[in-house]
């Protein structure tokens, strides 16, 4: 139990995120609880009475960021004002539950997804003495699936729609449970949690969960209070948006959602990320490509371009299939930016499979390109396959395939010289001491967040959207002047 006097005291808690855009929006809900419950949020862990760190459990790496995360929070605790308690959240915390816990004795607690509801009576009495046990994983494909929200999921009706067969109570109103941590005119909106296919490299369902669809009202509602917040652009996260509505009973929900955004909300550009290749149907696209709040933009998660690797991969399509797809894509618009990521050296990668992405990327001139050298990952069926590759082969392959992706985005930066572009003001350029350089930095509607920036001249407010025609590129980068 939580003391009394503890209860009622007002206490600050700062949080840490690390990971994709989902954590992100995880802890902005865990600040909405916290808020709710008389928590104060503040910047500097430091500063702060309790630090929650919102891990990532993805790759080797961003599983390194995490651990270093929580002992760098750690150190601040013994100082004047530091924080009393370090608590690790997220996905690294879900999967490994206790083993993290005994290997990571600077966190006082290692929290799972299923204490997000009762967030604020856990933190108070882990900053009060308790150091609650960890929990022991499960994997979570065999459990229910994790709701986004705290009532069973029910599609509510959008214009257009099906009217007559959905219907809420009257008065009904989702529930807002989000506080923003940063002024970016740009967020993030979950437009479903965890996923149902078993790709043979990824552990994301075992701790993620079933794929279960938001309910299409929340997801609205949820947009137009972020826009008062003072946001112009949101992007839709999911671990597979083109999976959205299967659950629902409508595979094309999504179809109907995009138009519904734009004009129920008074959102001015909406982005959509994770897009499964092998499910983007023709009418996905034309909407994508005709609802004009929507940006120009496809995130297409490709992963080789190898039929029978792809196959071991438990995926499917190859490189005719998505060339024929792009094709697609760049016959509605032109101009669209198409991005994606791929692995490299996934076990039993023959050299002629490599060679076979390396043609793709040169056929397709993807806009933006993530390369990541393949890793075992704990309980996925690749961990298991015999015909692994040497590190040195995996690390050859990867830098040989970067410098290829680089030199084509860089080109696909120069073809749009002499084009305007809408700029969504995000922040402004800085030198190296930190000093602004004149500059503003924003992204036109074929930059998605980790696709390369457009650099503005000029005078602009954040959160402006300026229109520009782009001049020169440095490297993936778009150099503009305001029209």
Known sequence: ??????STTQQSVALVTLGCARNEVDSEELAGRLTAAGWTIV???????????????FVDVAKKDSIDAVIGAAALKGATGG?????????????????????????DAVLSFDDYPDISERLRAIVAGERPPAHKPRDRRTLLPISP??????????????ESDLGAEPGWQPPILRRRLDGSPVA????????????????????????????????????????????????????????????????????????????????????????QPAEVRPGLIEVIAHTPVVAPYFDLSFQHASTALLRRMRRFGGRVDFLTLIAQIRELNPDAGIRSNFIVGFPGETQEEFDELVLFLNEARLDAVG???????????AATFADKLAEDVIRARVEMISTVAEEIMAQRAEDRIGTTVEVLIETQELDEDGEPTGRLVGRAGHQGPDDGSTIVSGAANIGDFVTANVVDTEGVDLLAEPV
């Open 1 to 6: 139990m939580v003391p009394e006097n503890l």
């Open 43 to 57: 910047d500097d862990p430091a500063t702060a009475d309790a630090v929650l760190v919102n891990t990532c459990g």
């Open 83 to 107: 924080p009393q308690a370090v608590v690790a959240v997220g996905c690294l915390s879900e999967r490994y539950g206790r083993e993290l816990a005994d290997e990571l004795p600077e966190a």
């Open 149 to 162: 929200v705290d009532r069973p999921a029910v599609v509510m009706p959008i214009p257009g729609h099906g």
């Open 188 to 275: 993030p909106v979950k437009l479903a949690s965890g996923c149902d296919r078993r790709c043979t490299f990824c552990a994301i369902p075992s701790f993620r969960g079933s794929f279960i669809s938001r309910p299409t009202t929340d997801i609205i509602e949820e947009i137009k209070w972020l826009v008062d917040q003072g946001v112009r652009e949101v992007v839709l996260v999911s671990e597979n948006s083109t999976s959205y509505g299967k659950d629902l009973g409508d595979i094309r929900l999504m179809e109907s959602l995009l138009p519904a955004i734009g004009n129920t909300t008074s959102l001015s550009r909406l982005r959509v990320a994770y897009l």
């Open 371 to 381: 390369i990541f050298g393949y890793s075992d990952e704990d309980g996925t069926e």
